[in-house]
Protein backbone atom coordinates (compact mmCIF):
# COMPACT_ATOMS: atom_id res chain seq x y z
CA UNK A 1 0.00 0.00 0.00
CA UNK A 2 2.85 2.43 1.43
CA UNK A 3 4.73 1.85 -2.11
CA UNK A 4 1.69 2.15 -4.23
CA UNK A 5 1.54 5.99 -2.52
CA UNK A 6 5.38 6.72 -3.19
CA UNK A 7 4.89 5.48 -6.52
CA UNK A 8 2.47 8.01 -7.20
CA UNK A 9 4.34 10.39 -5.69
CA UNK A 10 7.29 10.00 -7.79
CA UNK A 11 5.64 9.95 -10.97
CA UNK A 12 3.18 13.42 -10.04
CA UNK A 13 6.83 14.93 -8.68
CA UNK A 14 8.36 14.28 -12.36
CA UNK A 15 5.53 15.74 -13.83
CA UNK A 16 5.93 19.20 -12.26
CA UNK A 17 9.52 18.73 -12.63
CA UNK A 18 8.76 18.00 -16.46
CA UNK A 19 6.17 20.73 -16.98
CA UNK A 20 8.85 23.22 -15.03
CA UNK A 21 11.40 22.40 -17.44
CA UNK A 22 9.16 22.62 -20.16
CA UNK A 23 7.85 26.11 -19.30
CA UNK A 24 11.05 27.89 -18.47
CA UNK A 25 12.25 26.57 -22.26
CA UNK A 26 8.96 28.60 -23.64
CA UNK A 27 9.58 31.18 -21.22
CA UNK A 28 13.25 31.48 -22.33
CA UNK A 29 12.55 31.41 -26.21
CA UNK A 30 9.88 34.30 -25.49
CA UNK A 31 12.53 36.36 -24.13
CA UNK A 32 14.46 36.35 -27.57
CA UNK A 33 11.89 36.13 -30.30
CA UNK A 34 13.99 37.67 -33.24
CA UNK A 35 16.56 34.44 -32.64
CA UNK A 36 15.43 31.80 -34.70
CA UNK A 37 14.66 28.59 -33.25
CA UNK A 38 16.10 25.25 -34.04
CA UNK A 39 14.60 22.69 -32.36
CA UNK A 40 16.52 19.03 -32.05
CA UNK A 41 13.12 17.25 -32.10
CA UNK A 42 12.37 16.35 -34.94
Known amino acids: MYNLIGAGLIV ?23 RPVKSKLR
Open 12 to 34: IGAGIGLGQIGGKAMEGIARQPK
